[in-house]
């Protein structure tokens, strides 16, 4: 009997309810419908799904699926040949571009790719950019240049010197046929010298591993020099970019002086902090807290929103946000993993894709123009391999390891297309400049490899006290 009751009301109340929405139901029929458009109303099911499929996020989905299969595919099979596998997936952009994949399917290529969702994958391609910036910060150490400072500062500032000046010599007789719709000839000028000066610290350390370098005296030499050379290297870009933006001598002063307070407040203010702030448990834990990431994640994004408001690019705060880092043992190990996971798989082809969109070979008119591909791939071999290994002859070592350093110090890489990119937003780099300079990235990093191995055979062809030791 208790339970008849409840059971009573509880059917009263779905009879009512029932009732009521059945009531309201007839009600509404006899309203007037809304006005749909005429399309709408005469479209047919798979009119609708192309509709869908046209939506914006579809085609961002379709983009991305499109890119990480190729990237992964093409870089899979650059491993396979022994090459570096970043290296295919910097081709793999290339391909997707109007370079192949729009000269060979132009529909198909004009639906993957339309014009209108170039803004929505950029800016994925700055956000992959920028942690794949902060995790390069986390792998520097400059603390081991202590021990091999005369070393890492003559190579690396001579591998950044010879080929800075040989750049702006190539840009004094390029400059009127291939400068951007922006530029002025010290922006040009700079960012021609900054192309052939940059060193892909990330492959080199990624190709002494592999190779079983890292702790030998030339691998730990090697990555110093890249270190040193990563730092300089970015503070030039970041100095020459503060003086493209501004436009005036006065914004000039004041950007580079905003730099220099940043600077000064995430090393001595925020790095000193951030210990405090993650704790004992946060520095230690074996897997970093949603807490713990908060935090990181906020730094980076504060840092990297002060450089983009100052004016030189977010993946300046980036980087630097990675430097300040807590250097307690295994922190940033564990930070950087999570970091590169996500950004290598998913934001890094982005960045190379864009970056094939913007690569036109077709831009490389006649023999004219790729007679002056060729002069820039030998003119920033010549000024960066050769420049490191005198530099690292005069400082004492012998004439094979020289060799394998200028070789390693050559390697370009993704950085090199990120200076690039960002010469391109300004407008300094012209279509045709810049795929020149995303050729002569590519190729300079596919030489490390087998120049290494040239090296390293001929090294061990040469007996004991031969003729490399002897010089």
Request: with cysteine.
């Amino acid at each position: 009997m208790k339970l008849l009751k409840p059971i009573a009301a509880y059917l009263l109340t779905l009879l009512v309810a029932g009732g009521a929405i059945f009531t309201l139901i007839q009600m509404g029929n006899s309203l007037p419908g809304p006005q749909l458009p005429a399309v709408a109303q005469q479209g047919s099911p798979w009119a609708a799904l192309l509709a869908n499929l046209n939506h914006p996020l579809s085609h961002l989905f379709v983009q991305l699926l499109v890119i990480i299969a190729v990237a992964r595919a093409v870089g899979g099979i650059f491993a396979r040949l022994g090459l570096q596998a970043v290296v295919g997936e910097m081709v793999a952009g290339i391909l997707l571009g109007p370079s192949l994949f729009g000269w060979l399917w132009p529909s198909a290529f004009t639906f993957v790719f339309p014009t209108d969702s170039m803004g929505a994958l950029r800016l994925l391609s700055q956000v992959g950019i920028c942690l794949f910036m902060f995790s390069v910060g986390m792998e520097l150490n400059l603390s081991q240049a202590r021990n091999k400072a005369p070393t890492a500062v003559a190579v690396s500032h001579a591998s950044i010197v010879v080929p800075f000046v040989m750049g702006v010599a190539l840009a004094y007789f390029v400059f009127v046929d291939f400068a951007g719709p922006s530029a002025t000839f010290v922006g040009f000028a700079l960012f021609m010298g900054i192309s052939m000066s940059i060193t892909a610290f990330p492959v080199l350390a990624r190709i002494l591993q592999e190779r079983g370098m890292m702790r030998t005296p030339l691998g730990s030499t090697a990555i110093t020099c890249a270190a040193v050379d990563d730092v300089t290297a970015w503070s030039i870009l970041a100095f020459v970019v503060a003086i493209v933006r501004s436009t005036s001598l006065g914004g000039s002063v004041l950007a580079l002086a905003m730099i220099g307070v940043l600077l000064a407040v995430m090393t001595l203010g925020v790095k000193r902090a951030l210990p405090r702030w993650l704790g004992h448990k946060g520095l230690n834990e074996a897997e970093p807290s949603s807490s713990t990431l908060a935090v990181i994640v906020c730094v980076v994004l504060a840092s990297a929103l002060s450089t983009e408001v100052i004016g030189i690019h977010a993946l300046f705060g980036a980087f630097l946000a990675g430097t300040v880092m807590p250097e307690v043992e295994g922190f940033r190990e564990r930070i950087r993993a999570r970091v590169e996971k996500f950004s290598s798989v998913l934001l890094l082809p982005l960045f190379f894709a864009f970056t094939g969109l913007r690569t036109e070979i077709g831009s490389l008119e006649g023999a004219h123009g790729w007679l002056l591909c060729l002069l820039i791939i030998v003119i920033a071999t010549t000024g960066k391999l050769g420049a490191s290994a005198i530099a690292a002859r005069l400082s004492g070592m012998k004439w094979n390891e020289s060799l394998q350093l200028g070789a390693l110090m050559n390697t370009r890489g993704l950085m090199e297309l990120i200076a690039l990119n960002i010469g391109y937003d300004l407008g300094i780099l012209s279509p045709a400049i810049f795929t020149m300079l995303v050729i002569m990235a590519v190729v300079t990093t596919l030489m490390t490899g087998p120049l290494l191995t040239l090296f390293s055979r001929k090294s061990a062809e040469v007996p004991t006290g031969g003729a490399y030791s002897a010089q």
